[in-house]
């Protein structure tokens, strides 16, 4: 897509170091703000990570048109963001990239993709954006540091031992999940040497990972509305309404990503017990296959179907909300013969197999690692950024954008959300020192 040039002499306005959508879009709109620009990026290729995000398909953003309950999906902390959101948000993303020939579309629960449903037409029009605009690509670059002089940054210092000298310098190197993306929160540890102060990182939206052996047979499989509980100690603790995606270890999709770290606080408290108690109790999901509806119209529903498929084997029974395999592993859980007519079931089994179709309880073992991670919990210390320019309260040309920023936010578009906002001000803001 974009070939490396050579090293440089030139004198730059603004450097951006990290290539992923938060660098891209604060290179371009430095770069449309009449800036010389040098964007570095130490993987082979610009945005590895947006490739990939959405399965894909890439989650733009989330279209609520509440601010209010938008801004809230970042928890207390969203309060920060009001101000950058204010002079670019969602609106203003959608029609800037619908401006750069981008066509979106929104989906269920708000969620902007490109129409195309191919995340390569973000990139390339990221790419394309800043191309046009001036900037230069550094590629396969590692940084080493920042080099800093009484309250500014001087250069960044590559691996290499080379040196790079601009008036403003935009920090965009992410956060540390999925690392083979090139995001291994290198960042954390520039910002520590410089003096900033960083949270510890750990993987917040993830994959949770089950201890039912099975559980991978399942694989590829998903369930759409259904109704999911935690329990803690056989006490529910957590209730959702959302969408499972089985995967060879455990669950994923949408609610289970965005329940993860509360899971995962549970997991931790349970470590703290006796080893009786966790044998005992452990954390458990429930998956209600039939959300809404009460025991009274389950039983009625299944006496009606019983008796309707009375000389059916129990085995090629078809419910719709129920996939084959799920209902086969149930049928085996309960140790009824799938061989065995529908007539020749006992009323006990049949209660039995209700009660698991509305609580289909699993075992969690625990989360999966960065690796997995949607994103990460953890960076830069939010107090020491004014968020009216992206700027650094202790350096004043330095900016930063996108991950490296401690901003929890659920799966559906937050993230790029956060990516373009903080990268278009922090673009803006750059250029005007």
């Not at 800036?35 to 490739?51: D, F, P, Q, S, T």
């Not at 085996?332 to 006992?346: A, R």
């Amino acid at each position: 897509m974009v070939k490396k040039v050579s090293k440089s002499t030139r004198q730059y306005d603004v450097v951006v170091i990290g290539g992923g959508p938060a660098g891209l879009m604060s290179a371009g709109v430095a770069g449309a703000n009449g800036a010389k620009v040098l964007l570095i990026e130490k993987n082979e290729e610009l945005g590895k990570k947006l490739l990939i995000s959405g399965g894909g398909r890439c989650n733009m953003t989330n279209a609520n048109p509440n601010h209010r309950e938008f801004v809230s999906k970042y928890g207390k902390k969203g309060d920060f963001l009001y101000s950058p959101f204010s002079v670019f948000g969602v609106e203003k993303t959608i029609k800037f990239f619908n401006n750069l020939g981008l066509k979106t579309k929104v989906e269920p629960g708000f969620r902007v993709f490109p129409e195309s449903g191919n995340s390569l037409d973000v990139l390339e029009t990221l790419i394309r954006y800043a191309r046009n605009n001036g900037v230069e690509f550094r590629l396969s670059a590692e940084v080493d540091g920042l080099k800093k002089t009484k309250g500014k940054i001087t250069s960044v210092v590559l691996k290499s031992g080379e040196e790079i000298k601009a008036k403003s310098f935009i920090l965009a190197s992410g956060g540390k999940s999925h690392p083979e993306t090139g995001s291994t929160g290198d960042g954390f540890k520039w910002l520590t040497e410089i003096g900033h102060k960083v949270a510890e990182s750990n993987p917040s939206l993830v994959p949770i990972k089950i201890k039912e052996n099975w559980i991978g047979d399942f694989s590829g499989i998903t369930l759409e509305n259904v109704g999911i509980s935690v329990f803690q100690a056989d006490k529910k603790v957590i209730n959702k309404k959302g969408r499972v995606l089985f995967t060879h270890t455990g669950l994923s999709g949408p609610t289970i990503l965005n329940m993860s770290k509360d899971v995962g606080e549970l997991l931790n408290y349970n470590s703290l017990g006796s080893q009786a108690s966790k044998l005992e109790s452990g954390v458990k999901i429930a998956i209600d296959f039939y959300p809404g509806v009460g025991l009274d119209e389950m039983h009625e529903k299944f006496k009606k179907l019983f008796e309707e498929h009375s000389n059916k084997k129990i085995k090629n029974l078809i419910l719709d909300e129920v996939p084959q395999k799920i209902f086969l592993k149930i049928l085996n859980l309960l140790k009824i013969d799938g061989e065995i007519e529908m007539h020749s079931i006992f009323r006990e089994e049949r209660f039995a197999l209700i009660e698991k179709l509305k609580k289909f309880e699993l075992r969690v073992e625990g989360l999966l690692g960065f690796d997995k991670a949607i994103i990460t919990s953890g960076g830069l210390d939010l107090s020491e950024v004014d968020f009216k320019t992206m700027g650094s309260k202790l350096y004043d040309n330095l900016f930063f954008a996108g991950d490296i920023l401690d901003f929890d936010r659920p799966s559906g578009g937050f993230s790029l959300q956060l990516c373009w906002t903080t990268g278009y001000v922090a673009g803006k803001s750059a250029f005007s020192k």
